[in-house]
């Protein structure tokens, strides 16, 4: 069944085209994958499904009963209330329907054969039931542990957590809603490796509604799609299967259009040349005619695998010696809590190194170590001789909001002229007037575009990366890859990607319960080795506590209505709900 369907959609901000004659349908159940470049028009699209863009040209119909929940990252919580309060209001109905029961129990407690009392305390309870009232507050927990939140952090205000952790919070709010289309826009940027993979089983086998997602994580997509929809040129084409097929239809079609792209810029060259030839001299009017056809030929779009990419070349100024980093029983402790200790560890001379591991096992701190930022207070750390470091901070420090993009680099470069600054630029996508932006007027992604072209000028020969992936679309990330594996020095990188952590790392520093291990291999090589599957079977038996804990309350109860009491009770009155309902039901 439809559930949305777009018709013809064409929208601009002003002079500017986002998106062309955008038709698209979305069925009950569809998994599908949204990718195109940054600034292709993506949230705009998601946003004029939403309901949350209005001024656009063409149809948007949407199926009457249809609830649509969008995730996006600039979305915001009430700051005032704990965690697990804000994930209860998802439940606001289902918790009224709970004051409603207490209050009709109370009732009934003096006035025991009222008839209609006790029929509206049966629909109540119908209705309650119906709406999953035994299992609610179960099911925040399942989602918010499977998020990679602690049970001490539940009770968090909202106002305390890191953005990552709102973030976090916020798609766990709208994955409780269940709504029958789930808009995601770049769900995976703060979760760990971990919490994607709970995401895809969510997704997979629980989730009941459509989903249409916004990603540039090539596994996630490739395990949650199976349709990829393409937006390029401000137009769309939708691709059966999921992004690995994608990608090899697309090879397929790239191909051929290449060349019907290269034969047609070759006729239109060859027309161009006798047009200017002969426009003024005996051939005149055949000129003026060919020159009519010309505006009239219908031309052949450029190929996406001809479409410019960042180009990025890390070179280092100076070799550094053999042995990089050293640790002996290193450990850190902030205000008596121990972050990990016990690690023992050495990198190598072009060694690249991914650092994986849940969200707070201090992967970062791990980094503020080597930069010298903090001291151990446990063992040693040893950096080796002649290293030059270039960092690459996930929350994109390092740049001064009140320049604009070619000041940045010409503090760097004094001695450059304006078009070498320029060049340089428009190696990362910056062209013509871009360069004068403010950068606290830019996008995450342009933000990263720029960190990087400032990381190749220092020519470090150690680079740590924390997230440098997040805010790239796939074709930056794709060069990305490229340039470090030509990359002469030596890389640590802290990373949620798995596809980009398979393409570049060849060991892992893997953090968990307060320690850190080193695995030798590529990532495919860690993911398929039974002894990393530990935190994912902790977690699993984790939920299947709550499950089994779940079912003895149940269980426990045979009386409906005190079910309803029970199973549904907060804290607070759980005591006096227990007294009401055994008053009522001993009558």
Known sequence: MSLIQLENITKSYGKQQVLTDISLKINDGDRLGLVGRNGSGKTTLTNIIAGQVFDFEGKLNKAGHAKIGCFQQDAQLDSETTLRQEMLKVFHDLRNIEDEILLTCEKLDHQPGNQGLIDKLSLLQVEHEQLGGYDYEYQIEKTLYGLGFTELEFNLQVSLLSGGQKSRALLGKFLLQKPDLLLLDEPTNHLDINAIQWLEIFIKTE????????????????????????????????????????????????????????????????????????????????????????????????????????KLNFVTA??????????????????????FAGINAEVFRQDVVGLIGPNGVGKTTFFRLILGEIEPTLGKLKLGQNLKIGYYDQEMKGLNPS?????????????????????????????????????????????????????????????L???????????????????LNDYSGTILVISHDRHFLNKIANKFLVFGNGRAALFQGIYTEYEAHPQNHQRSETSTSVGGKKERRKKETLSKNDSSKERVLIATESKKTKRKKRKVSQNFLSQ
């Open 207 to 310: 989730f009941k509604g459509a989903v249409l997602t916004i990603s540039h994580d090539r596994y996630f997509l490739n395990r949650v799609s199976d349709k990829i929809v393409e937006l390029n040129n401000y137009r769309i084409k939708e691709y059966r299967g999921n992004y690995t097929l994608y990608l090899k239809t697309k090879e397929i079609e790239d191909l051929t259009q290449e060349r019907l792209y290269n034969k047609q810029q070759q006729r239109i060259a060859h027309e161009e040349e006798f047009i200017q030839r002969n426009i003024a001299g005996q051939r005149s009017r055949e000129a003026k005619g060919r020159q009519k056809k010309l505006d009239r030929l219908k031309r052949i779009e450029k190929p996406t695998s001809q479409l410019p990419a960042m």
């Open 403 to 463: 320049n604009t993009i070619i000041n940045e680099i010409s503090e760097l470069k004094p001695d450059w002229t304006q078009e070498e600054l320029r060049n340089y630029l428009a190696r990362f996508l910056f062209w013509h007037d871009d360069v004068f932006k403010v950068i606290t007027n830019l996008s995450n992604g342009e933000h990263a575009r720029l960190i990087f072209s400032k990381l190749l000028l220092d020519q470090p020969n150690l680079l």
């Open 465 to 483: 990366l924390d997230e440098p992936t997040n805010h790239l679309d796939i074709p930056s990330i794709e060069a990305l890859e490229v340039a």
């Open 318 to 339: 100076v070799r550094g010696g053999n042995d990089i980093l050293k640790c002996w029983d290193l450990g850190i402790s902030f205000g008596g809590k121990a972050i």
